[in-house]
């Protein structure tokens, strides 16, 4: 099992910044490549970004492409999402995941945080 926190939601203005975190426990956090997934109200879930296990292979939605980056520090079992010019749009919970395989982290990773908060104001 790999249990993931996720923290850093928030409320922010449009035009800000956030920095989402999620730390994992329970497995080698370097056997797994991590992720992000949102939320919207009404909406389905939908991913956002992904890493692989080195760091080395990055996946992003479109729709946040040049605005959120993620990254990984292994040695301290955290996987982040640096969120820049935030959006309206952009408001929703978000999930950090976890999986085996990157292409997993993209589409059905197995392992679900519980998700964070964020909300942007126009």
């Known amino acids: 099992q790999v249990q993931l926190v996720e923290s850093g939601g928030g409320l922010v203005q449009a035009g800000g910044s956030l920095r989402l975190s999620c730390v994992a426990s329970?497995?080698?956090?370097?056997?797994?490549?991590m992720g992000w997934f949102r939320q919207a109200p009404g909406k389905e879930r939908e991913f956002v970004a992904a890493?692989?296990?080195?760091?080395?292979?990055?996946y992003y939605a479109d729709s946040v492409k040049g605005r959120f980056t993620i990254f990984r520090d292994n040695a301290k079992n955290t996987v982040y999402l640096q969120m820049n010019s935030l959006k309206p749009e952009d408001t929703a919970v978000y999930y950090c995941?976890?999986?085996?395989?990157?292409?997993?982290?993209?589409?059905?990773?197995?392992?679900w945080g519980q998700g964070t908060q964020v909300t942007v104001s126009s």
């Open positions: 329970g497995r080698t956090f370097s056997d797994y490549a």
């Open positions: 995941n976890a999986d085996r395989s990157i292409i997993a982290t993209t589409t059905a990773p197995y392992y």
């Open positions: 890493i692989s296990w080195t760091g080395g292979t990055l």
